[in-house]
Nanobody, 123 residues
Framework: VQLQASGGGLAQAGGSLRLSCAAS????????MYWYRQPPGKEREFVAA????????YYADSVKGRFTISGDSAKNTVWLQMNNLNPEDTAVYYC?????????????????WGQGTQVTVSS
């Protein structure tokens, strides 16, 4: 499994960014796809998840109402639309995948990780 994340960069507070994750190497129809982030000096934390089979999405409380996870199963691509960004959203963002149609937000349970993409939000 390969997960290629892209779309990070610099944004001002109140701005938006869109991250993309291109997945390859498997049939992902029964997978759950995730976005995690790791702020400077902190542990990796759950951001959002999407179950391919049902299309149901899940969010951390800190991003609910501002971030949206979506995907295109035909393209094996997942996006994270991030709106109303604030400096606390500054982190390395990681795409991840689990071969289960169940969402478990603990990062220790993740099977596959992509490389990170840096998101920096200035005040």
């Amino acid at each position: 499994v390969q997960l290629q994340a892209s779309g990070g960069g610099l944004a001002q507070a109140g701005g938006s960014l869109r991250l993309s994750c291109a997945a390859s190497g498997r049939d992902f129809s029964d997978y759950s796809m995730y976005w995690y982030r790791q702020p400077p000096g902190k542990e990796r934390e759950f951001v959002a998840a999407l179950r391919w089979k049902t299309g149901k999405s899940y969010y951390a409380d800190s991003v609910k109402g501002r971030f949206t996870i979506s995907g295109d199963s035909a393209k094996n691509t997942v996006w994270l639309q991030m709106n109303n960004l604030n400096p606390e959203d500054t982190a390395v963002y990681y795409c991840a995948a689990d071969p289960f149609d169940v969402v478990d937000t603990a990062p220790t349970g993740i099977f596959y990780w992509g490389q990170g993409t840096q998101v920096t939000v200035s005040s």
